[in-house]
C-alpha cells in the first residue's frame, strides 16, 4: 500500500494529517499521534467526521476546514484504506461469521447479516470480532450448523 496521507489545517494553526502511523494532531504545543489501532468508530455526517478511540478520546475534523466535497472524501478514503488494511483479516473474519445469519450492533441493535465491513454500516460502530466469532459458535452449537 503507498504511503498516502491526508492533512488539514484549522484557522488557529493546529492541523490533523491521516497517514501510515496513524492519526496526527499537532499545534504548536503539542502533537500527538494515535495509531490506527486506537479507532474503534467512525462518524460521518454533513457537519464533519468524528473519529473516536479507546480511552474516550476522539479527534474531530469539522466541515469547514475541509476545502471541497472532494477533500471530505478523501479523508473518508484514506480513513477506510488505513483502517481496512490493518483489519483485513477482522474483516474477512466478520464476512465469514456473519454471512447468513442474524447478529445485533452492540450500539445500535442493527442487524448485521452480511457484513462486510469492519464497522456497523448503520452507526459507525466497530464490530467485535471475537463477539462475533464467539456468540456465532455459540449459534452453530446450538443449530446443529458446521458454518
Not at 6 to 29: F, M
Not at 84 to 95: H, M, N, P
Request: proline fraction near 2%.
Amino acid at each position: 500500500m503507498a504511503a498516502a496521507t491526508w492533512a488539514a489545517t484549522y484557522e488557529c494553526g493546529s492541523s490533523v494529517t491521516l497517514g501510515p502511523d496513524g492519526i496526527r494532531v499537532q499545534d504548536e504545543h503539542y502533537q500527538l499521534t494515535l495509531k490506527w489501532t486506537w479507532l474503534y468508530r467512525v462518524v460521518v455526517d454533513s457537519r464533519g467526521i468524528l473519529l473516536c478511540g479507546s480511552g474516550g478520546f476522539k479527534v474531530f475534523l469539522p466541515s469547514r476546514i475541509l476545502q471541497n466535497g472532494a477533500t471530505h472524501s478523501e479523508a473518508v478514503d484514506t480513513i477506510n484504506r488505513y483502517y481496512e488494511a490493518l483489519g483485513q483479516s477482522d474483516v474477512a473474519r466478520i464476512t465469514n461469521c456473519l454471512r447468513g445469519r442474524d447478529y445485533k450492533c452492540e450500539n445500535c441493535k442493527y442487524n448485521l447479516r452480511n457484513a462486510s465491513t469492519a464497522f456497523c454500516p448503520e452507526c459507525g460502530f466497530r464490530i467485535n470480532v471475537l463477539q462475533v466469532e464467539a456468540a456465532t459458535e455459540n449459534m452453530t452449537r446450538v443449530l446443529g450448523r458446521d458454518s
